[in-house]
């Protein structure tokens, strides 16, 4: 029953926010001015735009995982290798952050020559 009444009480807070922003947004004002011409704190706006737009995607996709595309920073790459390795007149560079099994396939075949 008390959970029934949040999801009323959260659709009503989403309903009120859907029409402030469309006001907002058909005012032709930036939404700084909107925002203090209306006495509505814009860390406010922001938070419940961002609500409607989740539960937006919520309604297209429901049930969907939600995917965020991760960067990671690349290593340093360095000019100069760690180790270079020479036999039987070739040889091979390995740098800081090389794969183990890549260094370990590149010896075997240094070895078989």
């Known amino acids: 029953m008390e959970q029934s009444l949040q999801v009323i009480s959260r659709q009503e807070r989403l309903e009120k926010w859907t029409s402030r922003i ?3 947004r058909s005012s032709g004002m930036t939404i700084r001015a909107w925002c203090r011409e209306n006495q509505v704190p814009e860390k ?6 961002r609500q409607l737009f989740d539960a937006v995607s919520r309604q297209k996709n429901p049930g969907q995982p ?3 595309e991760i960067t990671l920073p ?3 790459q360095t000019t100069v290798p760690a180790v270079t390795v020479r036999c039987s007149g070739m040889e091979a560079d390995i740098y800081n952050g090389a794969d183990a099994a890549v260094i370990e ?3 075997r075949i240094l070895k078989s020559c």
């Open 22 to 24: 469309m006001a907002c």
């Open 105 to 107: 396939t590149v010896l």
């Open 66 to 68: 939600a995917f965020a």
């Open 44 to 49: 406010s706006f922001y938070y419940w735009q």
């Open 74 to 76: 690349q290593p340093k």
